[in-house]
């Protein structure tokens, strides 16, 4: 790998580790507002938004521009986006803004890397960032809790300016501090960046040409027998692991009496699972056995039902952790057979546009749901056994139809045989 790569790694890894330390900065002020708990999934609702409203034009403006750029452009979005929580806009508002910045961002990290390096280093390459981005997940949730803390929030605030009066006053200030200063760092590493020199075809401007272009590629990817069941499986997937966050730090708080900064390191727990079972996976299971692991999915649904049970914190790891493994292994081989079909298909910028696309709609309307259900005063158990029931369920669901398609594919197969 040459150092152009590692100065993207190091730019996606302090980006990705502020985006997620501000979400828990986010939800602590929040709960300093007295706002209500359905504002909560709110927050991510926010957050993803415009990937769903953008999907079909970041690609456009990714490859209209030099992809460091881009990243340089939308880390100062997510900047502003910080800013304006000191300016007393409401935390909603302000992370939608820095959610814009995440939905530019998306398409230019993986787009310089097909620029960058030649194909047979791709596999390795996109391991990297994914291996990067879960360690910026489990370190960015573990800092954001700690942020908050007491301790964490006396020992930033004790820091003075001679001189000038900084203006903050308040734990979630200084938490957003430190939060700006990863992004600040990720933008520096940004300017670093090779111009990669690659030019395409000048992007197409009519946004009604984008969309109806977007709905094709969208429609090719559903309609193709492997790509619709490995689309529908990582969608799931993220709709259900962005609610699933949500869910642990309530349940902490509910069932084990946690505060919340130590809610926020269960959180952590589960994504150090996916990553052992994502590292499991990527070492065990090849391409063409993709979809045996199916089965897994419905599995962890069924044992995320067993979270109402469990009061103990000594209990409550191992079954974290369990959750996380099952959900890491099932999600890499379905999230490279997809890449896989979208080479196939179309172009890969076309294809992550798509998966980005659906995961996030996945999000937005599971979180919408559990934001329904929280301001209904549904009980958090009962929360718990219907996610997990849905979980399992949609799971089941694919499997049958996968196994529908591999039927209606061996009797084409008989057919053309017996023609023969």
């Given at each position: 790998m040459n150092r152009g790569f590692y100065t993207i790694m190091a730019a996606q890894f302090f980006s990705s580790l502020a985006d997620n330390a501000l979400f828990f900065v986010a939800i602590s002020l929040l709960t300093a507002m007295n706002a209500p708990p359905s504002l909560t999934p709110l927050l991510k609702l926010s957050f993803v938004l415009f990937y769903v409203l953008l999907a079909a034009f970041v690609g456009a403006f990714a490859d209209a521009l030099p992809k460091g750029k881009v990243m340089f452009i939308a880390n100062l979005i997510k900047i502003f986006g910080c800013i304006l929580i000191f300016f007393l806009v409401h935390p909603l508002l302000a992370y939608a803004v820095v959610g814009f910045g995440a939905a530019v961002y998306s398409p230019a990290k993986y787009g310089i890397l097909t620029e960058l390096l030649p194909p047979e280093k791709l596999v390795a390459a996109n391991g990297w960032i994914e291996?990067?981005?879960?360690?910026?997940?489990?370190?960015?949730?573990?800092?954001?809790?700690?942020?908050?803390?007491?301790?964490?929030?006396?020992?930033?605030?004790?820091?003075?300016?001679?001189?000038?009066?900084?203006?903050?006053?308040?734990?979630?200030?200084?938490?957003?501090?430190?939060?700006?200063?990863?992004?600040?760092?990720?933008?520096?590493?940004?300017?670093?960046?090779?111009?990669?020199?690659?030019?395409?075809?000048?992007?197409?401007?009519?946004?009604?040409?984008?969309?109806?272009?977007?709905a094709e590629c969208s429609a090719t990817l559903w309609k193709d027998k492997l790509g619709q069941i490995s689309l529908a499986v990582t969608t799931l997937f993220w709709g259900a692991g962005a609610t699933l966050q949500l869910i642990v730090l309530k349940w902490a708080e509910k069932s084990l009496n946690l505060p919340y900064e130590k809610a926020t390191t269960l959180v952590g727990v589960v994504a150090v699972g996916i990553a052992l079972g994502a590292a499991a996976s990527a070492r065990i299971i090849p391409l063409k056995k993709s979809l045996t692991v199916i089965p897994l999915g419905i599995a962890m649904g069924v044992i995320v039902m067993i979270m109402p049970l469990v009061t103990s914190v000594n209990l409550a790891y191992p079954l974290l952790i369990l959750i996380g493994i099952l959900s890491g292994f099932f999600v890499v081989p379905m999230n490279a057979l997809l890449q896989h079909r979208g080479h196939v298909l179309m172009s890969a910028g076309h294809s992550i546009a798509v998966q980005n696309f659906n995961e996030n709609l996945s999000i937005l309307t599971m979180l919408a749901m559990y934001a329904i259900m929280i301001s209904m005063n549904l009980d958090l158990n009962v929360i718990i056994v219907l996610f997990g029931l849905s979980v399992a369920g949609t799971m089941w669901a694919i499997k049958r139809r996968h196994a529908a398609n591999q039927a209606v594919h061996d009797s084409l197969a008989l057919i053309g045989e017996h023609k023969h």
């Open positions: 291996g990067l981005t879960v360690t910026s997940i489990i370190l960015g949730t573990v800092m954001g809790g700690s942020l908050v803390a007491a301790r964490s929030s006396t020992f930033l605030l004790g820091f003075d300016v001679p001189l000038i009066d900084t203006g903050i006053d308040t734990p979630t200030e200084a938490a957003l501090c430190v939060v700006m200063g990863l992004y600040l760092l990720a933008t520096v590493f940004n300017l670093y960046i090779p111009d990669t020199g690659a030019k395409y075809a000048p992007p197409e401007r009519n946004p009604i040409k984008l969309i109806a272009d977007f």
